[in-house]
């Protein structure tokens, strides 16, 4: 008895979406989708442009306690972070690093914050590698400066 290949219909709309979903368009939205998470959680933090609020500094003294990090630190690099290198992400400049950043973030945050969080966690990181392998994709800066 032979095994019978599926008929060339069925591979040509199987590979369909590889053909018509192009990578910069991927990148595109996965930098803006992740970029959008980040930003929304440092507006929460912030009054006006970039002025801490005091419950960011509770926040961070009393449910976020990191190991080794003043909250006081803490609250600063985890807020200004979040807006900046979710800007970056938009333009598609700096987009590995800003991923890298990113990713390692997601990882304080699962190990020392919300570690009941992982399937959340879990789906931010598997967009920040899709970035820190690919980059940003035709439409970013990173490919139109030349930025690996």
């Known amino acids: 008895m032979t095994i019978e290949s599926p008929p060339h219909r069925a591979l040509a709309f199987m590979a369909w979406p590889q053909a018509a979903i192009p990578e910069w368009l991927i ?11 980040f930003f929304m959680s440092g507006r929460t933090k912030v ?7 005091d419950s960011t500094y509770a926040l961070f003294e ?3 306690r990191l190991p080794l990090v003043s909250p ?12 900046l290198f979710s ?3 938009v333009l598609g400049l700096f987009t590995r690093l800003s991923a890298s950043a ?3 973030m997601t990882l304080v945050i699962e ?3 919300y570690p009941d969080a992982w399937p959340t966690h879990l789906s931010w990181a598997a967009l920040l590698l899709y970035l820190i392998a690919r980059g940003g994709g ?4 990173d490919r139109w400066l030349r930025i690996p």
Do not use: C, N, P, W
């Open 102 to 104: 990113f990713l390692i």
């Open 62 to 64: 009393s449910e976020y």
């Open 27 to 37: 990148a595109f939205v996965t930098r803006l989708g992740v970029a959008g998470v």
């Open 72 to 83: 006081f630190v803490a609250a600063h690099l985890a807020t200004y972070s979040e807006h």
């Open 47 to 53: 009054d006006g442009l970039l002025h801490i609020k």
């Open 87 to 89: 800007i970056l992400l």
């Open 138 to 141: 035709s439409i970013s800066l």
């Open 111 to 113: 190990v020392f914050v």
